[in-house]
Nanobody, 122 residues
């Protein structure tokens, strides 16, 4: 599976932003999709994952109520809608795919995109 993220940019605190991740190469609906982020000097951090049908979603506590993930299997795309952005949300955001199960552990995911930079200024 090839994953390509888009939508990252510089925004101000309080702004909203939507990231997209488009997959190719395999049947998208066979994969659980996840979003992770990595800030400079920090380890990769779990953000959210969504089941194959989109019915089951899990979020990190740090983003609950502010971030929403969804997927469109007809478009082979998963989205991350972010509102009320904070400077501490600044990171490279990457999507990941797994054919096994959703997990907050990065090493449980098989396929990764290259990431898209989100910078939130105060």
């Amino acid at each position: 599976v090839q994953l390509v993220e888009s939508g990252g940019r510089l925004v101000q605190a309080g702004d909203s932003l939507r990231l997209s991740c488009t997959a190719s190469g395999r049947t998208f609906s066979n994969y659980i999709m996840g979003w992770f982020r990595q800030a400079p000097g920090k380890e990769r951090e779990f953000v959210t994952h969504i089941s194959r049908s989109g019915a089951i979603i899990s979020y990190a506590e740090s983003v609950k109520g502010r971030f929403t993930t969804s997927r469109d299997n007809a478009k082979n795309t998963v989205y991350l809608q972010m509102i009320s952005l904070k400077p501490e949300d600044t990171a490279v955001y990457s999507c990941a795919a797994s054919s096994q199960m959703g997990s907050s552990r990065p090493n449980s995911w098989t396929y990764w995109g290259q990431g898209t930079q989100v910078t939130v200024s105060s």
